[in-house]
């Protein structure tokens, strides 16, 4: 088995770096890349992270796992791609100065295009090449918080049983909510390209791939850096990586719509809302100030699930308050391992 340059030996790890360009003083742009590869034969499970410069929860927990998990006992192959977006990260922001791209919206990537997409035509063409089901690990960005979550899109022209995979994938991670989006039908979501994120392409190529949403942006959060290791591990567990029960809860929200919550005005903005709770029809869920007098205490016809509430509290017109699902359901999520 070789991915990338790297070749990991049965029962053994193995580290590197890939250079996907160059800073304007001649230094490599580089991916680093984690391989631990299981005493016997087996599937391969690509792990990414930091698509976004400012998503770290999800790449600390990629640290500590190399670090921790054995490969004995393990069957096939654990790939970590902990830092996507190298420029990005560097700039501490979502997207990086050199290019302004949104490297989520650029997949399958172009290998003659700017850094963002360069860099995922390189990664793209190895995770088709080896992959077997791919998680790509995300926060809410600096200015908000949010509960943990993982997220499955149904992809025009995917196969039905690779959805079903990824389906079972975002329930076996176990973070408590799960946001299933039908992108035949699918309102209120962000504005923009979204045939280009990593796991819609994965999708569309017949590799079962999730998002997994581990909190905020900007800092790092040991109870979702905690969550991310044992959701990839509860993953491989469903893959037959690993032996062992799932850690997993018993029943979890499965939010089939959802959308935003805007502000109409311009100013300061306090989120009533309770992060994680429903938040009831006609009761405010901001109030919207000024320097010297309150502009809005807007209210919903519905109830809400509220999933990530602003904290940074300057607002313009039309900026995002509060993200919530709209329709939802509580389950029993049982997938059994896949043969």
Known sequence: MKIFHLEPRPGQKTHGMVQVGELPFGSPISLPVMILRGERPGPVLWI???VHGDELNGPLAMMELYRELDPVGVRGTLVL????????????????????????TVFPGDPNGL??????????????????AVINLHTHNTRFTAVPYTNIKIV???????????????????????????LNKADGELPGVTRGALDICCLAQGIPAVMAELGSGGRSEQRNIALAKLGIINVMKLMGMRPGERQCPAKQLVISRRGFLRANRGGYVQVLARLGAIHPKAAPYARLFNWWEDLDAPCLDDDVYVIAVRVNPLVATGEKIIMVGQEWKTDSLKPVVWS
Request: glycine share 6%; with cysteine.
């Open 48 to 50: 990414c992270g930091n």
């Open 115 to 132: 850094q963002a997409e360069r860099t995922a035509s390189v990664l793209f063409e190895e995770i088709v090449r080896h992959a077997d």
């Open 156 to 182: 025009p022209g995917a196969a039905p049983e690779v959805t079903t995979k990824a389906h079972d994938m975002a329930a076996a991670f176990g973070a408590g909510v799960i946001c299933r989006i039908d």
């Open 81 to 104: 791609t902990p830092l996507l977006n190298a420029p990005a990260f560097m700039d501490r922001a979502k997207m990086a100065i050199m290019d302004r791209l949104d490297m989520d």
